[in-house]
């Protein structure tokens, strides 16, 4: 069965500063995907980023971008320019690649709660 | 387009009472999703909709809970007999399958449940 780890509960950030958040899964698949999520206080989940197993360059949205290192099964985080409205809980997720409609299933990590200081 | 909506927000119950929550997709969206989060840790598949017909259960439901999507609309989730180990957010999230790789989710705010 596939697991994701994060290993930062918590972590803090200055306003326009740099942060890293780290995951790191286990799985014996070759083919899968990878997200992060992002959950505000209004407890809506927002997908934040994506990222192919099978793509070699790390994915980037904006200010947002990951550091996928399939070998040793680590996808972090980067959040360049950091601002209020990042703070949030951070989850990594996992996603077996999909044959014929089958489920999309997403397996979370526990989540890094960020905080953003003014 | 108001994105998937959950009713209700919050449920306080007692133990040994039954709930009901329902979850809105956005419309044409045909997958439907309930997940469990508890605190402190990530969300939990529990069950998985295409169109009306239920596909796939996490072993997470026990036969006290029961989801349902009539017409591929709108779907329910009921817990009978409530525990205070439901206690916990259900999450609701619906896509559009286009039977290829760039599904994307989009949650609900979540029905928050305290079992007294």
């Known amino acids: 069965a596939q697991t994701v780890t994060q290993s930062q509960p918590e972590m803090s950030v200055q306003e326009a500063e740099t942060v890293t958040l780290s995951c790191t899964y286990d799985t014996s698949e070759s083919d899968y995907y990878l997200f992060w999520y992002k959950q505000p206080p209004s407890r809506q989940m927002i997908l934040v980023i994506r990222?192919?197993?099978?793509?070699?360059q790390n994915a980037t949205e904006n200010r947002f971008s990951v550091n996928f290192q399939k070998a040793a099964k680590s996808f972090s985080l980067k959040i360049s320019d950091s601002q209020l409205g990042d703070a949030a809980m951070y989850f990594c997720a996992y996603r077996s690649y999909i044959h014929g409609g089958a489920t999309n299933k997403l397996i979370f990590g526990t989540g890094t709660l960020l905080a953003v200081q003014p | 387009d108001t994105g998937v909506s959950q009713d209700p927000r919050h449920k306080i119950t007692k133990r040994g009472q039954n709930v009901t929550f329902r979850c809105d997709p956005i419309?044409?969206?045909?997958?439907l999703y309930w997940y469990r989060q508890t605190l402190g840790q990530g969300p939990e598949f529990l069950t998985y909709?295409?169109?009306?017909?239920?596909?796939?259960k996490s072993r997470l439901l026990s036969d006290r809970f029961s989801a349902e999507r009539p017409k591929g609309s709108f779907s329910t989730l009921e817990i009978q007999r409530t525990e205070q180990g439901d206690s916990a957010m259900y999450l609701c999230?619906?896509?559009?399958?286009?039977?290829?790789?760039?599904?994307?989710?989009?949650f609900g705010s979540g029905t928050q449940l305290s079992v007294l």
């Open positions: 909709f295409q169109n009306e017909a239920q596909l796939e």
């Open positions: 419309s044409e969206h045909n997958r």
């Open positions: 990222q192919e197993a099978y793509k070699q």
């Open positions: 999230a619906s896509s559009l399958d286009f039977g290829a790789s760039n599904e994307k989710l989009f």
